[in-house]
């Protein structure tokens, strides 16, 4: 019987390892008030508040689509950790809707997410004669809005990434207008100025940018 469990155990860790990163379906199973405990496959995974997009509601029996974050062997089996605010989560849905992107044809160099507000995708091409944002916008917009309906409307910008932080700098901090980047690669400092108007654009809300 030991011998029985122990090998469940195992199997447990091992269906899980390699997963770290994936995006899966997980229902509901028991809403706790820190963390959810939801069933993949028949095994237990935790979907902790800190993971959880804020003022999102859960129902038991629900089913959402998650990432799993760790996978932690303990002595009594595996510790799966689930994930709907880092920022592999927003990838892997997007590898869902950008074939260019699942394909490899366009990369995600760079993620930034504050969870349900606001997110910001860095990407680039290894062809040129590619749209890049479009592919990621998709026709009327129908690729970004699904992501974005899947993250409860965080609004999503898509920038394309350039070696030269300067101008890295500039497409980051669109719409804002910037006058002029400084960068001060020995101290690891950015200096950006913009006009007195642009400034609370640039900063975004809450500070967000």
Not at 50 to 76: L, Y
Not at 80 to 93: A, D, E, G, V
Not at 145 to 168: C, R, T, Y
Not at 187 to 209: C, K, T, Y
């Amino acid at each position: 019987l030991n011998k029985v469990k122990e090998a469940e155990k195992t199997k447990e860790y091992d269906e899980f390892k390699d997963r770290v990163g994936d995006i899966i379906s997980a229902s509901v199973k028991k809403i706790g008030l820190k963390n959810i405990v939801m069933d993949i496959e028949g095994f237990e995974a935790v979907l902790h508040e800190s993971n959880m997009i804020p003022h999102e509601a859960f129902k038991v029996g629900a089913r959402t689509r998650v990432v799993v974050d760790d996978v932690k062997k303990e002595p009594h089996g595996a510790q799966i950790f689930l994930s709907r605010t880092s920022p592999s989560f927003l990838i892997k849905l997007f590898e869902q809707e950008v074939p260019e992107l699942y394909e490899g044809t366009i990369e995600v160099k760079a993620v930034a997410r504050d969870p349900g507000s606001r997110a910001k995708i860095a990407i680039a091409s290894k062809r040129e004669d590619i749209d890049i944002i479009g592919s990621f916008i998709g026709i009327r917009g129908s690729r970004v809005q699904a992501v974005s309906s899947e993250l409860k409307g965080e609004k999503i910008d898509i920038i394309k990434w350039s070696p030269n932080i300067a101008e890295f700098i500039i497409a980051a901090l669109t719409p804002a207008k910037v006058n002029k980047v400084i960068v001060d690669e020995e101290n690891n400092l950015i200096e950006v100025v913009v006009a007195e108007d642009q400034q609370s654009l640039a900063i975004g809300r809450g500070g967000q940018n």
